[in-house]
Each structure stands twice: as C-alpha cells, then as structure tokens.
C-alpha cells in the first residue's frame, strides 16, 4: 500500500507569500494546479496548495510524484525558502520533538559538512525522529488482513 503523502500545515500569514510566489511556472503547473515551485533542481518540488509536495527526479526523467517522507518534504521546503527567497517557508517546518536525536549527516547543523548543501538526511532540520532512527530495525510482525 502507499505510504500517506506528507502534509504541511499552510498558515494564513503564508497565503499571501505563496500568492506571490505563484505565477507561469510552466511544466509545473499541469502537475499541481496553483502550486509553488520551490526548487528547479535535479529534484524538482512543488509545494501545493493544500501543504502537499510534489517531486520529479528531473536526473532520471521520473515521474511526478506526492513526497511522503518528512525528511523530503522539508529539504525541499528549505531549498525553496534559500532559492525562491522566501524565509516565510521556514514556518511549515516541525519543531524539533521531545526524544528526537541529533542527525549524523550533519552533526545537527542541517547542513552537510564541507559542501554547505542542504542535509537531505534529515531535510536541514538538524534531527531526526526516533521512529526514523529504527528504519532498519526488523519489522513488527502484523497480523494478517492488518
Ligand atoms: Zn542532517
């Protein structure tokens, strides 16, 4: 089954922001009507209207796609804020929780180390989650039929 799409939550001093941000933005815009583009790199990112973000690996000509992943999410919230100069974005990103760990990519900086580039590990937030941490952990055994 697909995994939920990772959702931020628009406040409304953002609207008027992301209201500018808009406007041609191309082949995009068939993808997500009324969305922002926040980066035109390799890996392309649209924020939606409804906090939703959309993803092309431009590299490999993939197709679009609803990021799920937190992490994802927000390394392209933060590449947009840096590009499309719009620290308002900034806004969307969680507060770091209670038990989260430093993340190892960066040393908790939210940038890597020597390149200065965003940390996609932990989407330059600097941490990660706990759940995230045991990704590699042995999956829970589930009852059939969940
Ligand atoms: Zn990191």
Known sequence: ?????????????LRPV???MQGPIGEWDDVVPGGVML????LVGVL????????CDTFSDGP??????EHEA???????????????????????????TN????????HERGTGWVCF???????VRVEAESVTAPAPVRPPGR
């Not at 089954?1 to 001093?13: H, L, N, P, S, T």
């Not at 993340?103 to 939210?110: D, E, K, N, R, Y």
């Not at 590990?121 to 941490?127: A, F, V, Y």
């Open 64 to 69: 679009w796609y609803e990021v799920t992943a």
């Open 74 to 100: 927000c390394f392209l919230i933060v590449l947009g804020a840096e590009y499309r100069a719009a620290p308002e974005l900034l806004g969307l990103l969680p507060l770091r929780p209670a038990g989260a």
């Open 39 to 42: 980066w035109p790199g390799m």
């Open 48 to 55: 939606a209207p409804d906090g939703r973000v959309f993803a």
């Open 18 to 20: 992301l209201a500018r």
């Open 103 to 110: 993340c190892a990519g960066c040393g908790g900086t939210g």
């Open 1 to 13: 089954m697909a995994a939920r799409a990772y959702r931020f939550a628009i406040f409304d001093e």
């Open 121 to 127: 590990g932990c989407g330059s937030l600097g941490w």
